[in-house]
C-alpha cells in the first residue's frame, strides 16, 4: 500500500467521523422530541490489503456499516399498552365525571327528596281531604317530580350526545392515523430498499401507532418487508403495507348493550355493512361506547324504570278512588306506552292538569272526610315497587347515584394505576432509546478528536507523496 492508500484511509476516517457528528448532532437537536429514538452510528474495519513483495497485511481504513436507532420493541409495545389504558380512563373519567354533575344534589333538591315531598303531600291530603291548598300542593309536587325525572333524563341524553360527538372527532382522527402509518410504511420501504437511513421515519411510525392505540385496542406486527399490519380484534387489519381501511359512523336505531336510538354505530370497510360498534374495545372509542351504551344507558334505563313502575303503581290506586265530583277510574297520571324512555314521557293526566279537584282521596263516593285512597298513595312510598319487588322508589333511585359514585371511584384508582405505569414505562424507555446530553456532548468530542486524527494522517501522507516527488537522480 503507497501514499495513496495512507490518504484513503485516512479520507475514510474523515467521513465515518463527519457522519458521527452528524448523527450525534440529529441525537442532541432531537433531545426533546416526543418519541425519539437516540441513534448510533456502527462503523467497521475495511478489508486488508496486501502491500509490498512480502505480502503484509496492513488495514485499509474503515467504513460506516449503518447508522441504527437505539429502541427495544417490547419496551413500545408495554408503552403502547400503558398509554391505551390511560386514554381509555381519562375518556371514561370525563363521562362519569358528568354524571356524578347531575346527581349531585347539593345545590339543590335531588329526585329523591322531589319524591319524597311528592308522597308527603299525600299524607297530609290524608289529613285534610278537604282542603284545596294542599290538593293544589300535590298537583304542583307531582308535576315537580315529572319534571325533575324529564330533566335527568334529558342530561343523561345530553351526555351520550356529547359521548357521540367525541366518537365522530376520534373516528376521524384513526383514520388519519391509519393514512399515515399506511404512507410511513412505504416511505420506509423505499428508502430502505435504496440503502438509505429511516430510523426517523419508524420512529413517526411508532408514534402514530401508539397514538392509534390510545384510541382503539388495535394490535401490530411486522410483514416481510418489515411494514406494520394493524389490526383490530374481531375486525382484521386495518393497515396492511401500503393499504389501510377506513372507519365511518351513522345513526341507527336503537340496539343492544343499552345504545339509545339514533346513536352512532361505527362501521368498516371490510365489514361488509356492519355495524363494528360491539367489537371495539378499550382506548378512548372503547370507553366512549361503554360509558355512553353501559353505563349511561343503565342510569336512563333505569329512570326510565322508576317513571314507569311509580305512574303504574299511582294510577292503579288512584283509579280505585272517587273525586270530590265522583268520578272513578282517573288515572293520576298518563301511563307511559312502553319502559323505554318512560321517564321523557312521563306527565299528568289531562283530568289532573285541568283541576286539582280530580285528585282521588276517598274509597267510596259522596265521603267527604274519606282518606283511604290519598293514605294509601302516600303509603306507596314504603312498597317494593322497583327491582322485582326488592327495592322501594327512594332505595332504587338512590343505588343509581351510589352506583355512580362507585364506578366513578373505581376509574379515578385505574386512571391513578394507568398513569403510574406509563411514568414508569416512560423512564425505562428514557434509558434505552432517550438521549443524554452529557454522553452526546462526549461522542461529539470524541468524533471531533478522530476527525482531527484523521486529518492529521491525510496531511501526513501528502507531506510524504511531496517528499518523494521532490527527490532527484
Do not use: C, W
Not at 429502541?71 to 363521562?95: S, V
Not at 370507553?287 to 303504574?312: H, K, N, P, W, Y
Not at 265522583?326 to 283541576?355: H, K, W, Y
Amino acid at each position: 500500500m503507497g501514499m495513496l492508500g495512507a490518504m484513503h484511509i485516512g479520507r475514510s476516517g474523515l467521513s465515518a467521523a463527519q457522519a458521527g457528528v452528524a448523527t450525534t448532532g440529529h441525537n442532541i437537536s432531537n433531545a426533546n422530541t416526543e418519541g425519539f429514538s437516540r441513534q448510533r452510528v456502527h462503523q467497521t474495519a475495511e478489508a486488508d490489503r496486501s502491500t509490498g513483495m512480502n505480502r503484509t497485511q496492513v488495514g485499509a481504513g474503515t467504513r460506516v456499516s449503518s447508522i441504527d436507532r437505539v429502541n427495544d420493541r417490547y419496551i413500545e409495545k408495554q408503552l403502547r399498552g400503558a398509554g391505551r389504558d390511560q386514554a381509555h380512563a381519562e375518556e371514561k373519567e370525563l363521562i362519569l365525571q358528568q354524571a356524578e354533575d347531575i346527581f349531585n344534589e347539593m345545590g339543590g333538591e335531588g329526585l329523591n327528596r322531589v319524591m319524597s315531598r311528592f308522597f308527603n303531600e299525600f299524607r297530609k291530603l290524608s289529613n285534610e281531604p278537604e282542603n284545596e291548598s294542599i290538593r293544589e300542593s300535590v298537583r304542583e309536587a307531582a308535576q315537580s317530580m315529572v319534571n325533575d325525572l324529564r330533566r335527568l333524563r334529558g342530561q343523561i341524553d345530553d351526555v351520550r350526545s356529547h359521548a357521540d360527538a367525541r366518537i365522530e372527532g376520534y373516528v376521524r382522527e384513526a383514520n388519519s392515523l391509519t393514512d399515515e402509518i399506511r404512507e410511513l410504511n412505504i416511505q420506509i420501504k423505499g428508502l430502505e430498499n435504496a440503502k438509505g437511513n429511516a430510523s426517523d421515519l419508524q420512529d413517526q411510525r411508532d408514534r402514530a401507532l401508539k397514538k392509534l392505540n390510545a384510541l382503539i385496542d388495535v394490535g401490530m406486527f411486522t410483514d416481510e418487508a418489515g411494514g406494520y399490519v394493524v389490526d383490530v380484534k374481531g375486525l382484521g387489519p386495518v393497515v396492511t403495507g401500503g393499504q389501510s381501511e377506513k372507519f365511518t359512523v351513522n345513526r341507527t336505531p336503537s340496539g343492544e348493550a343499552g345504545k339509545a336510538a339514533n346513536a352512532l354505530d361505527i362501521f368498516l370497510d371490510n365489514a361488509r355493512g356492519d355495524p363494528v360498534t360491539g367489537q371495539i374495545s378499550g382506548g378512548r372509542l372503547g370507553a366512549l361506547i361503554e360509558a355512553r351504551d353501559q353505563v349511561m344507558g343503565t342510569i336512563s334505563g333505569r329512570l326510565d324504570d322508576i317513571a314507569f313502575e311509580l305512574s303504574r303503581a299511582v294510577n292503579e290506586v288512584h283509579r280505585l278512588g272517587f273525586t270530590r265530583d265522583g268520578m272513578t277510574q282517573v288515572d293520576f297520571f298518563r301511563q307511559p306506552t312502553q319502559r323505554e324512555g318512560a321517564a321523557e314521557q312521563l306527565a299528568l293526566s289531562d283530568e289532573i292538569r285541568n283541576s286539582a279537584q280530580n285528585i282521588a282521596t276517598a274509597a267510596a263516593p259522596d265521603s267527604p272526610g274519606d282518606n283511604r285512597i290519598a293514605l294509601a298513595l302516600s303509603n306507596l312510598q314504603g312498597l317494593r315497587l322497583m327491582n322485582d319487588g326488592k327495592s322501594t322508589v327512594d332505595d332504587f333511585y338512590n343505588s343509581i347515584v351510589s352506583e355512580v359514585g362507585v364506578a366513578s371511584n373505581r376509574n379515578k384508582a385505574m386512571l391513578s394505576q394507568s398513569k403510574d405505569i406509563s411514568t414508569q414505562l416512560g423512564k425505562m424507555r428514557e434509558q434505552i432509546s432517550g438521549v443524554s446530553i452529557d454522553e452526546e456532548t462526549t461522542r461529539l468530542m470524541q468524533y471531533q478528536h478522530a476527525y482531527d486524527a484523521s486529518a492529521r494522517v491525510i496531511r501526513v501522507a501528502d507531506e510524504m507523496m511531496r517528499t518523494v516527488l521532490s527527490l532527484k537522480d
